[in-house]
């Protein structure tokens, strides 16, 4: 159990920190609420409660994106095997092509289904 006691104290520091920090702002900080501070960033432009037509809000955009996220951390996963490429010698190859494999094969099937066009 000693082993743990300086995880635990680091822990218990981290926390303390973080609680301290936020009571700290809230009572140092700054008290000027308006409306304009309370309501949600809207780049300057007035706020509306639905999209402008009243029909389905446009979320092309972010399917994209999170698309690219997706294929971004799975390329990721080929940075062990580019540092241990010597350990891993056949069977570390192997797994690579078949990892790009299926990645290609998900990034086919994506751009046939359309989830990369912007029209």
């Known amino acids: ?44 432009v007035e706020a509306t409660p639905q999209a402008i037509d009243g029909g389905r809000f446009p979320v092309k955009y972010y399917t994209v994106a999170m698309t690219f996220i997706i294929f971004d951390v799975e390329i990721m996963f080929l940075v062990p095997w580019a540092v241990y490429i010597d350990e891993l010698a056949w069977f570390g190859l192997v797994a690579v092509l078949l990892f790009l494999f299926n990645i290609t094969l998900a990034y086919v099937y994506e751009w046939r289904r359309g989830g990369l066009d912007w029209d």
């Open 1 to 44: 159990m000693e082993l743990y006691i300086p995880i635990l104290a680091l822990l218990a520091l981290a926390a303390g920190f973080a609680i301290f920090s936020v009571v700290v702002s809230a009572v140092v900080g700054p008290k000027r609420y308006n409306k304009v501070r309370i309501d949600a960033y809207e780049c300057g």
